[in-house]
């Protein structure tokens, strides 16, 4: 038996029946037959399609224009012509000169070195040297007065910085070094090699994490004190002479992240360093690079200053301060912090980046009795790992009107007691992160917290070597709900679960909208799923009542639908299909036809049924699914993926995924890797098809979709066989007759491809 499959240029639909069940199939276009016999002209990117795909080109949006060839869409003169002054430069040349780069300029009058990253390289600029060479600005070394690192340098990301100021004995100022992104540098051997006038240098900027050769770094630099607290050396394998004949240097302070477990080299680390704390110069290697009593280098530290002009707390961690500054030392223990002193001036609070390096033991009554404090900000720069008291840590901030403290690690904390005690303008806590195993001591944790309404927590908050005693937890907490609402009654620890008490367990996020649930059987009142919103769930859970709804662009026909729920198919306006199949030879997609409902979490193609354009889904009682099911072919080469949040391809890593646009699959990392295109996206609730097969087809960049009423394909190809009908194969070439295999016809003003298997 023969089987058949058109497509034209309108939409057509052909339905088959194999045995009962009922198929569809999408015909898979090569580009060089479209550039060949399909309409003239160039496609541009669309800007509003129903699976929501943004495209932005680098000069403005392109006009839309549906009905021009893909394949024309990368035709380079006139994508070139866009772009490009020079109308004989290759496309590749035109978009390189669109690119930023980084590169490096001297003014001889200034004596100043300036990074850059822009578009607008000035002729005798230097490129950034790579591996071990030198770089060529270093011809400049005893003329350079001053390093510039322009805010644009940010964009760049060097691999090496080798000696990038090595011997610029006359250097007396680095400016903007915090523009320097080191994340990708390798080697900082060398780099500031015989710095010898003294000036700050500030490097808690630093990223050092994928640095392996640090040898010769400061050697000879006439420096009196250096801040590492940023140095994370774990890569490190060469350090020889990072410090030597440094003989000003007094201090090296560092973090536990300074650590020489994979040196191989570091021979003469400190030679000279005559002034280090307990200098012996028989004891010169990198096994003296610790903190100890026989180690040079000295631990960085946290400590809090107050400025009274802005009224704010800032936290920090460096190695050293101005003798000119007062600042707050942390304490450890059940002691008030120093700060206490100026609790009613402090309106706000700021852990600077640098914190993340400090681990404090104790948070007790760090912010208890701050009347007037309304924001706490870089709260994720506060690394609790070692905090064993939290006792009176938010005490009495009664202005606080939202606190975030889901970073917070209280796997050590055995004091909780009065934490958010008097918080009364908080509404909601968020604890899911908290790990209670080890705490003794709640007693009036969320007392008199009048407009406390949700407390969110996880399966990690238990309360088994907490005093039963601890009464007051939940004093006068009368808009507290959970499982359970407020009652006056009953305010012991026992509460303090979600199946029976007042804690909510957090199940997932719609958006930034946090959902939770409770109970023996975990049930939320109601997900309404936003078509704008990522949706994660970070377990099953039951809803009572379940939502979502969607308005495609006018005239679609195609598109796909993934939802956490089930959903009845009966009395909608729009059919759903399974991934049957694919055949390489024939370049076709096969779909099934779904009858009965769609399962949760699978994803499916849809088609709307007489111009419908609206999705519409409000069901009670479901199951809400945490994970997307994968719908694979049964050779396992190509499979649906569904999604329930935002993703944006990518032309690299995503080169055989396939979305649904209008009545067509596009390759998006086709359209990324040879437009000026920057992004496509789809929207959550949708699914991409993704290719498999060991070699996926290098010109399979586009499925065109024909759709057609009843009639089957047998009886349409019927209807173009006649003397008016014109034949071609996939070369271009004249036929005589209709062959096995893809034909394409051409009749009257329309253009088909007919498939005979």
Not at 161 to 174: Q, R, S
Not at 429 to 456: D, P, R
Not at 603 to 622: C, S
Not at 701 to 714: D, Q
């Amino acid at each position: 038996m023969k089987h058949f499959s058109n497509q034209s240029n309108g939409s057509h639909v052909g339905r088959m029946n194999y045995g009962g069940a009922k198929f569809c199939r999408f015909a898979l276009l090569p580009l060089m037959l479209l550039m060949l016999l399909l309409l003239p002209g160039r496609m541009v990117a669309q800007t509003d399609y129903d699976e929501s795909v943004t495209f932005t080109a680098l000069a403005g949006n392109p006009e839309d224009n549906t009905n021009e060839t893909y394949a024309n869409l990368f035709d380079g003169k006139k994508t070139k012509d866009k772009f490009c002054s020079d109308a004989n430069a290759t496309q590749e040349v035109c978009y390189a000169s669109l690119s930023a780069q980084p590169y490096v300029v001297f003014e001889e009058g200034t004596g100043t070195l300036t990074f850059r990253y822009d578009t607008y390289k000035p002729e005798g600029a230097y490129d950034l040297n790579v591996g071990k060479n030198k770089p060529k600005w270093s011809s400049l070394f005893d003329k350079i007065k001053k390093v510039v690192f322009d805010a644009s340098f940010a964009n760049a990301r060097p691999k090496s910085c080798y000696w990038w100021f090595g011997e610029c004995y006359k250097l007396k100022a680095i400016e903007g070094i915090e523009y320097l992104n080191t994340e990708n540098v390798t080697d900082m051997s060398s780099m500031f090699q015989s710095c010898s006038h003294s000036y700050p240098l500030d490097l808690t900027s630093f990223n050092t994490a994928n640095v392996t050769d640090m040898s010769s770094m400061f050697k000879y630099c006439d420096i009196t004190s250096l801040d590492l607290t940023s140095f994370n050396t774990a890569n490190v394998t060469d350090m020889s002479s990072m410090f030597e004949h440094c003989r000003n240097l007094k201090s090296i302070f560092v973090s536990d992240k300074f650590v020489t477990g994979q040196i191989t080299n570091g021979d003469n680390m400190f030679n000279d360093c005559e002034n280090l704390r307990g200098y012996n110069d028989s004891k010169i290697d990198h096994n003296y690079a610790n903190c100890s009593k026989t180690g040079y280098l000295d631990p960085g530290f946290g400590y809090a200053m107050f400025d009274n002009a802005t009224e704010t707390l800032t936290f920090s961690y460096k190695g050293f301060k101005s003798v000119t500054e007062y600042y707050y030392v942390l304490f450890e223990g059940r002691a008030k912090p120093e700060w206490y002193s100026k609790k009613d001036k402090i309106k706000k609070v700021v852990f600077d980046a640098s914190f993340a390096n400090a681990r404090p033991k104790s948070c007790y009554w760090w912010f208890g009795e701050c009347l007037n404090l309304t924001r706490i900000e870089g709260m994720e720069n506060l690394n609790t790992e070692m905090v064993t008291t939290m006792a009176g840590m938010f005490y009495q901030c009664e202005a606080l009107t939202s606190l975030d403290v889901t970073n917070f690690n209280t796997a050590k904390v055995t004091d909780m007691s009065l934490m958010f005690s008097s918080c009364t303008k908080l509404s909601s806590l968020n604890l899911y992160n908290f790990n209670t195993e080890n705490v003794t001591n709640m007693l009036a944790m969320f007392s008199s917290c009048k407009n406390l309404a949700t407390i969110y927590t996880s399966e990690k908050f238990v309360t088994t070597k907490v005093d039963n005693l601890n009464h007051f937890m939940f004093d006068d907490d009368e808009q507290l709900k959970g499982a359970n609402a407020y009652d006056e009654m009953k305010t012991r620890v026992h509460c303090a679960n979600y199946k029976t008490g007042y804690f909510t367990k957090l199940v997932g996020k719609n958006g930034d909208e946090k959902i939770g649930a409770t109970g023996e059987t975990l049930a939320t009142d109601n997900l309404a799923l936003d078509d704008d919103k990522d949706f994660v769930a970070y377990e099953p859970f039951a809803a009572k009542a379940a939502s979502y709804s969607r308005t495609m662009k006018e005239g679609t026909t195609w598109a796909t639908l993934c939802l956490p729920f089930d959903v009845s198919l009966a009395d909608k306006n729009f059919r759903a299909f399974k991934l049957l199949s694919a055949d390489d030879v024939t370049e076709t997609v096969e779909l099934e036809e779904i009858e009965g409902s769609i399962a949760a979490g699978t994803p499916v193609i849809i088609k709307m049924k007489d111009g419908a354009t609206k999705l519409n889904f409000t069901e009670v009682d479901k199951e809400i699914a945490k994970d997307v099911q994968t719908a694979e072919t049964a050779n396992g080469n190509y499979q649906l993926q569904g999604i329930y949040t935002k993703k944006v391809f990518s032309k690299d890593t995503d080169n055989s995924c396939y979305i649904v646009k209008g009545d067509k699959l596009m390759n998006p990392a086709k359209l990324l890797g040879e437009t000026a295109t920057e992004s496509v996206g789809s929207k959550p609730f949708r699914a991409y098809m993704v290719d498999n097969s060991s070699a996926p087809a290098a010109g399979a960049r586009m499925f065109s979709i024909s759709v057609g009423g009843s009639t089957t394909a047998i009886e349409q190809l019927e209807t173009t066989a006649d003397s008016k009908a014109e034949y071609y194969d996939l070369q271009g070439r004249r036929l005589q007759n209709l062959q096995k295999g893809i034909n394409i016809v051409k009749r009257g003003g329309k253009t088909m491809k007919v498939i005979i298997k």
